[in-house]
């Protein structure tokens, strides 16, 4: 898709940044409006129910599970307080969700709200989207996101395909308007902060004007606004007919599920006991390793990380740090398991499987599984652990060493067919 940049004037802009940046990024979701438009009888079109979820939940979810996104604010009306808490209770305790703001009369003054809430921690860049958006997907957050490496300002649209009329004020066709460089234009929308941030405090010192659009705004400011594809799907809830649109296309959705897969290995060594899956087993050898070696903890931390795309057990605790010398890999799987909690995903199954010659698992299994439900905060109906022999082939054959392979099913939301 060919895209172009639109400014408010044609003069040179110092705010175009041309050197790759990452940063620290915060989403700030616009959740103040009262949504008249798509009936009032049920509340506010934020808190109504889409797939057994608020559609604010829905929305926050997108940005809370992006990789690239450190946080999310959203900004609520002073009157919602109860239907924010309940809406958003589904989430759980989400590490990147920060306590919501109080909202103004107009977007314009909520969004600015949101930015003042994130000054004290001056990110890098800000996304701004509106909560009645709860299909963007990942891969727009992406672009939107990327692009700010290289612009002041992202904006994703969708180029206008049907043909526009412009009509006169007795209902009739006045002329055919060349859609050639239209564009619709949808949210994130995405920013360098101190320059949004200054752009909303030099508006919000004006009474005369009032912007629906913070690319608008960003234009009205001079600072250039780039395009990136938007996404299809990510339109705006707005009439009743949109939330009867949205129940059916909640139907054709699909559970995010992710499968990660781990795998270890540690030579046996002389000593007398072994850990394996959180139990201390009696054996005629030990395991080699800087912490106590667990095998099959270490590669279910790998499974759960690698679900989330999130490294693995050696760059979170490697093996280079005396802290974790003889440490208990009980802690490793505690926190894989809390970085998926935090990511926004449920773990649903988790299965080990211990390929050695020795010590006997089978006698041992149910305490195994009973250790990794207890540490990964799991029914134990769905922990698995088997095991199996190499038939005396190789490393694993002759006794050498332990292997354990891992596989952990993680749900992380929802996305279209």
């Known amino acids: 898709m060919s895209m172009s940049r639109t400014t408010a004037t044609n003069q040179p802009d110092q705010t175009e940044k041309q050197t790759e ?49 450190d946080g999310v604010i959203c900004v609520i009306h002073a009157d919602d307080g109860d239907l924010y808490t309940s809406a958003m209770a589904s989430l759980g305790d989400h590490g990147k969700l920060l306590p919501p703001c109080t909202g103004g009369a107009t977007r314009q003054q909520s969004v600015f709200a949101g930015l003042k809430a994130l000054e004290a921690l ?137 499968v990660g897969h781990g795998y270890d290995t540690h030579q046996q060594v002389s000593g007398d006991h072994v850990w394996l899956c959180g139990v201390r087993l009696d054996h005629t050898h030990g395991l080699s390793g800087h912490s106590d070696a667990d095998v099959g903890l270490h590669a279910l931390t790998d499974a759960l990380l690698s679900a989330i795309c999130d490294g693995d057990i050696g760059e979170h605790f490697p093996p280079s740090d005396p802290q974790w010398k003889g440490a208990r890999s009980d802690t490793f799987l505690r926190f894989a398991s809390e970085r998926v909690r935090r ?50 082939i190789g490393f694993v054959g002759r006794g050498e060493g332990i292997v354990a392979l891992a596989t952990a099913t993680v749900v992380m939301g929802h996305q279209a067919k």
């Open 21 to 69: 940046d990452q940063g620290v990024c915060y989403a700030v979701i616009v959740a103040a409006g009262r949504g008249e438009r798509a009936g009032v009888e049920n509340g506010p079109k934020q808190y109504r129910r889409l797939g057994g979820k608020a559609v604010l939940a829905h929305t926050a979810s997108a940005f809370l599970n992006h990789p690239k996104i």
């Open 122 to 258: 001056a990110p890098d860049h800000v996304l701004i989207h509106d909560a009645a958006r709860p299909f963007v997907d990942a891969n727009t957050v992406s672009r939107t996101r990327a692009a700010l490496d290289t612009h002041a300002a992202v904006l994703p649209v969708l180029a206008v395909t049907d043909t526009l009329k412009r009509g006169d004020a007795e209902g009739r066709v006045e002329a055919t308007v060349d859609r050639t460089n239209l564009f619709a234009a949808q949210t994130p929308q995405a920013f360098n902060f101190p320059i949004i941030l200054d752009a909303h405090k030099a508006a919000a010192a004006r009474d005369d004007i009032n912007f629906t659009d913070d690319a608008a705004l960003a234009e009205w400011a001079y600072i250039p606004v780039h395009l990136v594809e938007g996404g299809a799907r990510n339109t705006k809830l707005t009439t009743v007919a949109d939330m009867s649109e949205a129940e059916r296309l909640m139907d054709t959705m699909v559970p995010d599920i992710r």
């Open 343 to 392: 990511a926004g995903g449920t773990i649903t199954h988790i299965d080990v499987t211990l390929i050695c010659e020795a010590p006997k698992i089978g006698p041992h299994r149910d305490r195994m599984r009973a250790a990794i439900s207890d540490i990964a905060d799991l029914p134990t109906d769905r922990v698995a652990v088997k095991a199996t022999t190499n038939e005396q």
